[in-house]
C-alpha cells in the first residue's frame, strides 16, 4: 500500500465531505483520465457513500465448491482496515456474492464498504449500514454456481483496471477509481474545486447574469 503525508482514516474522511462529480471532474481535466465505473452499480440506500482503498477479488459463474468456505474465510480475514472491497463477478447477474453475514465479518475488520454485482439479505445489510454499491438483488447464493478465483489482484470492472490499493470514492452519482499514486493530490484539488464552486454559488446568489459569471471565471 503507498503511504501518503496524512493517514489513510484521514484522507478517507476527507473524501467523504466530497461529491463523486467534483472527483470525476479533476481526474478527466487534471490527468486527461477515464475513472468512472458503470453507472449501473449505484447505492443501496440513496445516502451511502464509498471511501477506501481498494481490496479486489475476481470471481466467476462456476459449479465447483471445493474449497470454497475456506478461501472465503481466509478473504474476510484478510481484509484491510479502510478498504473497499471491490468484486469483479465476470458478467454474472445470477447470484448475490454478498450478504448478511460478510457484512457482519468485514465491519468487524475495519472494511468501509463493497462494490458487488449481486447481493440478497438486503434488509439486514441496510440495518447494519454498511456501504454496498451493487447492480441487483437475488436470492440465489454464490455456492454452486459462483466462486471466488483468487483475491488482491488487479481486475477490470467496465473500463476500468482497479489495482490494489486503489482508491474507490462513490455517492448517488456513481462511484470512481482513483489511482494509488495520485489519491491524495486529487482530494486536495477536489477539495479546492469545491471552494471555488461555492464562490460561483455565491455569484449566482447575488443576481449575476450567467454570462457575468462566466466572465469572472465562473462556470455552468
Not at 486527461?32 to 443501496?44: D, I, R
Request: hydrophobic share 40%.
Amino acid at each position: 500500500m503507498k503511504t501518503y503525508p496524512i493517514p489513510v482514516s484521514e484522507m478517507r474522511e476527507r473524501y467523504l465531505k466530497l461529491y463523486s462529480g467534483a472527483v470525476n471532474d479533476i481526474l478527466r481535466f487534471e490527468y486527461k483520465m477515464h475513472a468512472a465505473l458503470p453507472s449501473e452499480f449505484a447505492p443501496l440506500d440513496r445516502h451511502m457513500k464509498l471511501a477506501g482503498q481498494a481490496f479486489t477479488i475476481k470471481g466467476a459463474p462456476d459449479i465447483t465448491t471445493d474449497g470454497e468456505f475456506e478461501m472465503r474465510a481466509q478473504m474476510l480475514e484478510d481484509l484491510p482496515e479502510n478498504s473497499i472491497v471491490v468484486w469483479d463477478c465476470t458478467g454474472d447477474r445470477v447470484t448475490a456474492q454478498w450478504g448478511e453475514v460478510m457484512t457482519m465479518a468485514a465491519i468487524r475488520s475495519g472494511c468501509c464498504g463493497a462494490l458487488v454485482n449481486g447481493i440478497r439479505d438486503t434488509d439486514a445489510i441496510l440495518a447494519q449500514d454498511f456501504p454496498i454499491f451493487n447492480i441487483y438483488r437475488s436470492n440465489v447464493g454464490m455456492l454452486g454456481r459462483f466462486r471466488m478465483y483468487y483475491y488482491q489482484k488487479p481486475v477490470r470492472i467496465g473500463e476500468i483496471v482497479i489495482a490494489p490499493g486503489d482508491w474507490i470514492f462513490g455517492d448517488i452519482d456513481g462511484a470512481i477509481r482513483i489511482p494509488a499514486e495520485i489519491a491524495y493530490d486529487v482530494l486536495v484539488k477536489a477539495e479546492k474545486l469545491l471552494h471555488k464552486e461555492d464562490t460561483i454559488r455565491d455569484m449566482v446568489n447575488s443576481g449575476m447574469k450567467p454570462t457575468q459569471v462566466v466572465a469572472n471565471g465562473g462556470y455552468f
